[in-house]
């Protein structure tokens, strides 16, 4: 039976083969996608773990051993938006252990850089970053400490004298190999936040199967009524129930294993293109885009044994009499019950706003669930919308080719919906996911500040009880920074250990009151973006944390303080405030020269603080990107294809029609209407839901209000629309080829 149903499933000749191939395609498009997603989430867990060591010595999670201990100092610094790790080891002892990626740690005036740094370090002027990192490069770190090929890393050797005494140095005996708690910000690597991309991409890649799975079925049922005709004469013949299922299942399922072994394939050619795509703010190592055994084996057994369910659910109606399909009767109409699905995914959404799982996992169950069952409820009520839309229609209209579309679609609804279910998920998946990305980008995607204060460069702070960067004004340093290129101006403030012209914390009456640091009013002259003082002031009282936020306040008019300049001069010195003309080579030579006076300190701008948060939303805006180029080409195939399969089992009773007088163009007016009414009217309801799942989802997981998107998402909406009536149109010419005189007669 099983060989006879493989000859039968390619002896209809190039429409059989055609359908086999749509199948196969269908199938390696799902396949593709479903174990790209799959390398994703395990990509994410094994670039987290890469990076691990970088956490040594922050939590108790770094275990103890019977070693040389190893002075251990992390410390970060940036370059042109990019985030450098930095750490400082010295050694005491032949024992002390030593970080993943290393043969040996390095000594005194020697240091390790990630090859991206390395490379970085290659390229660009000494001045701008190379003269900040002390020694001479001798080797680089391999990527098995690096949690992308874009990390920027260092490990500089130094003495012990040099580290124990430094800001966050400790000493350590192990190297940590498990990710720590980084509740108190302690933590150098920070992770790839593996729960929030896990759950981003679950949604995701579960949302961007069901247009695939629509596209199977679709190709799946096409020619449907032709064998459906040849099953009948088959079991008129005496074939059993079973036999015909099993040449129904075999056809989709030799369909569906081509499909999942071009899916592998598919796989294999998408993999090194995903891991250049910088989802997680860097790239992903290409062995870490690997998939599990069970993974694997998972999906080569599941995905025939569903196309195999399919295809006899499709042709289900041959297996109740051989005379099935030929006492075709009016289908029962779709019942508002179907709605239910739908609302029960939103109130399952709805049941989370303010009950957010604490874990990642736990997240995942709770909205994974709520899409999906939001996206079949769609499926599910589309039939009974096309049935209401097209009552509706029909009231209000005496066209000809509007009346024959309504009364079909009113008559058999599922038929008319199922050509655009696919759009109409595609719909879905691409508008939460825009308004979802749109509304983070839209909360975080703020680089902060504005042009002025992003020119500039802040070295030192007011906090956590630092010691000052110098006893008094360091002219040495402050004559390097004004050599530099594109240098503007700086601003010295001082420690004010007098507590001179003390200032509200904030402007209630009853506020109290803080030290205000200490500035040159001939300073502040050069760099007005910080305010300028009062009127014969030669010196400024600054609160620290408005002064050095790197926000430019220049109509600020800061009070004077009863001290001299030179009285100033004398004093430490707690931080600088430096501008420059904007450009990265004019920001990066600043840096450099803070850091090299004061390698205990880190000197800012405004796109450090952002850097994190930029790169992340860089991340899920290429998933958006993706979801976009792969939803929409699917579900525009899954029309046309649908189109087709109507007009293929249709050909008979337009043929007839045409010989009774029918013009063709009322014909092809009737096709058309037949897909863009419920297309049109389920639409709305899609973008309803898409919106309304996007504004709970946001709510719950992040505390967001939904960021309505802009003119260009809607454009799109509008584009896409247009782009699926054209593809409509496209198909129209077929009617004429196939609803000859030869039709008729041979049907």
Not at 459 to 480: H, I, K, M, N, Y
Not at 622 to 641: K, R, W
Request: charged share 15%; with cysteine; proline share 7%.
């Amino acid at each position: 039976m099983i060989a006879f149903s493989l000859r039968l499933a390619v002896s209809g000749g190039r429409e059989a083969v055609a359908r086999l191939l749509m199948i196969a395609a269908a199938v390696a498009i799902g396949v593709g996608l479903l174990l790209s997603t799959l390398a994703g989430m395990n990509a994410i867990e094994r670039a987290n773990q890469r990076q691990v060591w970088l956490d040594t010595g922050a939590a108790s999670r770094t275990g103890t051993a019977q070693v040389d201990p190893l002075w251990w100092r992390p410390h970060q610094d940036y370059y042109d938006g990019s985030d450098i790790r930095e750490i400082d080891l010295a050694a005491t002892g032949a024992t002390s252990p030593v970080p993943p990626g290393l043969d040996r740690l390095p000594a005194p005036g020697e240091y390790y850089a990630s090859p991206a740094l390395a490379e970085l370090l290659r390229k660009v002027p000494a001045a701008e970053l190379g003269d900040r990192i002390p020694g001479r490069m001798v080797g680089t770190l391999n990527d098995s400490a690096m949690p992308s090929p874009d990390t920027l890393a260092v490990l500089v050797g130094r003495t012990v004298d040099e580290v124990k005494g430094a800001h966050g140095a400790v000493a350590v005996t192990t190297i940590a190999t498990i990710r720590p708690e980084c509740g108190n910000g302690d933590c150098l690597s920070r992770g790839i936040r593996g729960d929030a991309m896990t759950l981003i991409l679950s949604v995701v890649g579960g949302a961007m199967i069901f247009p695939v799975l629509i596209f199977i079925g679709t190709a799946t049922r096409l020619s449907a009524a032709t064998r459906e005709q040849r099953f009948a004469a088959m079991r008129l013949v005496g074939a059993t129930p079973r036999q015909i299922a099993v040449i129904a299942a075999v056809e989709s399922t030799v369909a569906a294993v081509a499909g999942t072994v071009a899916g592998f394939g598919l796989y294999l050619a998408l993999r090194p293109l995903a891991a250049d795509v910088p989802f997680t703010g860097g790239r992903f190592h290409l062995d870490d885009l690997t998939l599990t055994g069970l993974q694997i084996l998972g999906t080569a057994l599941a995905v025939p044994l569903a196309a195999a369910v399919a295809a006899r659910f499709a042709l289900r109606r041959v297996a109740i009499s051989p005379l099935g399909v030929s006492r075709r009767v009016t289908p029962r109409p779709p019942r508002a019950w179907r709605l239910i699905p739908l609302l029960a995914g939103l109130a399952e959404l709805v049941y989370f706003v303010g009950r957010r799982p604490a874990t990642g996992n736990g997240q995942a169950a709770a909205y994974l669930p709520g899409f999906l069952l939001v996206m079949l409820g769609l499926v599910i009520a589309g039939p009974w919308l096309t049935m209401v839309a097209a009552r509706t229609v029909a009231r209000r209209t005496g066209r000809p080719a509007t009346l024959i579309a309504v009364r079909r679609l009113a008559d058999d609804p599922k038929t008319g919906f199922r050509a655009v279910s696919g759009l109409i998920l595609a719909l879905f998946v691409t508008t939460s996911t825009v308004c979802i990305i749109g509304t983070i980008n839209a909360n975080r995607g703020s680089l902060g500040g504005d042009p002025m204060s992003r020119a500039s460069v802040v070295q030192g702070e007011f906090r956590d009880g630092r010691p000052p960067l110098a006893g008094s004004t360091p002219e040495r340093v402050l004559a390097e920074v004004r050599a530099v290129p594109g240098f503007t101006g700086v601003a010295v403030v001082h420690s004010n250990p007098d507590g001179l012209a003390k200032l509200p914390v904030n402007p209630r009456p009853d506020a109290p009151l803080m030290t205000p640091g200490l500035v040159s009013c001939a300073d502040l002259a050069r760099i007005p973006v910080v305010g300028h003082c009062a009127a014969g002031a030669s010196v400024a009282a600054v609160p620290p944390r408005d002064f050095l936020n790197l926000t430019s306040h220049p109509d600020t008019e800061w009070p004077a303080a009863p001290i001299s300049a030179e009285e100033v001069a004398g004093l430490p010195v707690q931080a600088l405030y430096a501008t420059t003309d904007g450009s990265a080579a004019a920001k990066e030579r600043v840096r450099t020269v803070f850091t090299a006076a004061w390698p205990d300190h880190d000197a800012h701008t405004v796109g450090d603080w952002a850097t994190e948060g930029q790169q992340q939303l860089a991340g899920w805006r290429q998933l958006a990107n993706v979801v976009l180029l792969t939803t929409l080409p699917i579900a525009g195939c899954s029309l046309a294809v649908s189109v087709v399969a109507g007009l293929s089992d249709r050909r008979r009773p337009f043929a007839m029609l045409r010989l009774t007088g029918s013009p063709l163009r009322l014909l092809q007016r009737v096709i058309a209407l037949e897909s863009v009414l419920p297309l049109l009217a389920v639409a709305v309801i899609s973008l309803g839901a898409a919106f309304a799942a996007a504004a709970l989802f946001l709510s719950s997981q992040m505390d967001y209000g939904l960021v309505s998107p802009g003119a260009v998402y809607f454009g799109v909406v509008a584009l896409g629309i247009v782009a699926s009536v054209g593809i409509i149109a496209s198909t129209l010419p077929l009617l004429r080829r196939i609803t000859g005189p030869e039709a008729a007669r041979n049907g």
